[in-house]
């Protein structure tokens, strides 16, 4: 199994900064793309921005520069600094992971998991 835990949410005032983190752990083999998503109230989850184990990130056009998104592939840890924010920021942020796990001798094929989500609010 693959555990995946964010930290880092809060509230911040419109233009502020945050940094949200989220580590994996458990019997992971290999972890491929890590990223971030969010839900905001009434919506759909959406994508914010995904890294590729090498460093090839991906965002939303929304984010339009604010946010980085980086990893510690010895730490299995992804990182979103989230600048100049807005209130349309504001949701629940959730981490996922595309990994393979082990079980036993066997290797599963690749997989999401998921995080509890961490509440990002701001104001205006």
């Known amino acids: 199994q693959v555990h995946v835990v964010e930290s880092g949410g809060g509230l911040v005032q419109a233009g502020g900064s945050l940094r949200l983190s989220c580590a994996a752990s458990?019997?992971?083999?290999?972890?491929?793309?890590m990223g971030w998503y969010r839900q905001a109230p009434g919506k759909q989850r959406e994508l914010v921005a995904t890294?590729?184990?090498?460093?090839?990130?991906n965002f939303a056009d929304s984010i339009d520069g604010r946010f980085t998104i980086s990893r510690d592939n010895a730490k299995n840890t992804v990182y979103l600094q989230m600048n100049n924010l807005k209130p349309e920021d504001t949701a629940v942020y959730y981490c996922?992971?595309?990994?393979?796990?082990?079980?036993?001798?066997?290797?599963?094929?690749?997989?999401?998991?998921w995080g509890q989500g961490t509440q990002v609010t701001v104001s205006s």
């Open positions: 996922n992971v595309q990994a393979q796990a082990n079980e036993g001798i066997f290797r599963t094929a690749s997989r999401d998991y």
């Open positions: 458990g019997s992971i083999f290999s972890i491929n793309v």
């Open positions: 890294v590729t184990r090498s460093g090839t990130t």
